[in-house]
């Protein structure tokens, strides 16, 4: 595992961002793994940056997302297709039909998990996976439990995760309790995962992440099994 601290949010997005662009620019055909969340809108801000000097082509590039809220309609502004579009897919010249969110609207979530771990698997996987972590030490949406899940499935959202989440929203109440998420296989058949955290707050489940025992009660912490892993920090 590579462990950098970066001195700020800024200096952290533009490592981030750095180290995406590399993979594309090894592979204009690169499949990206991407992620939702404040941590990184500073890094696609970046991407955006590149892209619009000429310096990042995503023409040929596939995205597929992380997680999504059951039930948010894509249009809804407090969906992740939503902040996907916002933050990043809207400002750079990928085709909007190469970019793949889990469909939360799915009437069976569990076959909308399989469809997406088979289609993840029909582009060979991601070369690259790109983390947030939630104060719990949630990666995606996989909450602590007692096993980790394979699959892309459903999940109901624990009530600090809907906490922290409600700044997004006019109220708690609007926070929808449950979504899908990429499982352990999605996330770790990549070829190489991203992992940024910003803020004092998340100090304590990053270093636990990083330097704890290996537990489904703290999900990041099976990262230490990969074999590439880069986190960057900074608090
Ligand atoms: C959400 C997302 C996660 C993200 C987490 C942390 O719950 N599903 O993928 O990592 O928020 O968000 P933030 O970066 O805003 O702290």
Same mark, same amino acid.
């Given at each position: ?33 991407? &992620? ?5 809108? /500073? #890094?696609?801000?970046? %991407? ?5 000097? $000429?310096?990042?082509? *995503? ?58 771990? &088979? ?5 060979? /996987? #991601?070369?690259?996976? %790109? ?5 719990? $030490?949630?990666?995606? *949406? ?94």
């Amino acid at each position: 595992m590579k462990v950098i601290k970066a001195a700020n949010y800024d200096e952290l997005s533009r490592k981030a961002a750095q180290i995406i662009a590399s993979v594309v620019w090894n592979n204009p055909r690169s499949v990206l793994g991407l &992620a939702t969340g404040s941590t990184p809108i /500073g #890094t696609y801000k970046e %991407l955006v940056r590149m892209n619009k000097e $000429g310096d990042l082509d *995503f023409s040929q590039v596939t995205t597929v997302n992380l997680d999504e809220y059951a039930g948010l309609d894509p249009a809804n502004d407090q969906s992740y297709r939503y902040f996907m579009n916002d933050n990043l897919f809207n400002h750079i010249n990928i085709d909007k039909n190469n970019t793949h969110v889990p469909n939360g609207l799915a009437a069976d979530l569990a076959a909308e998990g399989a469809r997406y771990d &088979a289609f993840i698997d029909s582009l060979g /996987g #991601t070369d690259i996976q %790109l983390l947030g972590i939630g104060h719990d $030490g949630h990666i995606g *949406f996989n909450e602590p439990d007692d096993v980790f899940y394979k699959a892309t499935h459903e999940v109901k959202l624990d009530a600090m995760t809907i906490k922290a989440n409600a700044r997004f929203f006019a109220s708690e109440e609007q926070v929808p309790r449950r979504a899908i998420t990429m499982g352990m296989w999605a996330i770790m058949q990549s070829k190489k995962i991203l992992l940024i955290a910003s803020g004092d707050d998340k100090r304590d489940i990053v270093e636990r992440s990083i330097n704890g025992p290996v537990t489904p009660k703290v999900p990041a912490s099976i990262l230490q099994c990969h074999r590439d892993v880069t986190v960057i920090y900074t608090y």
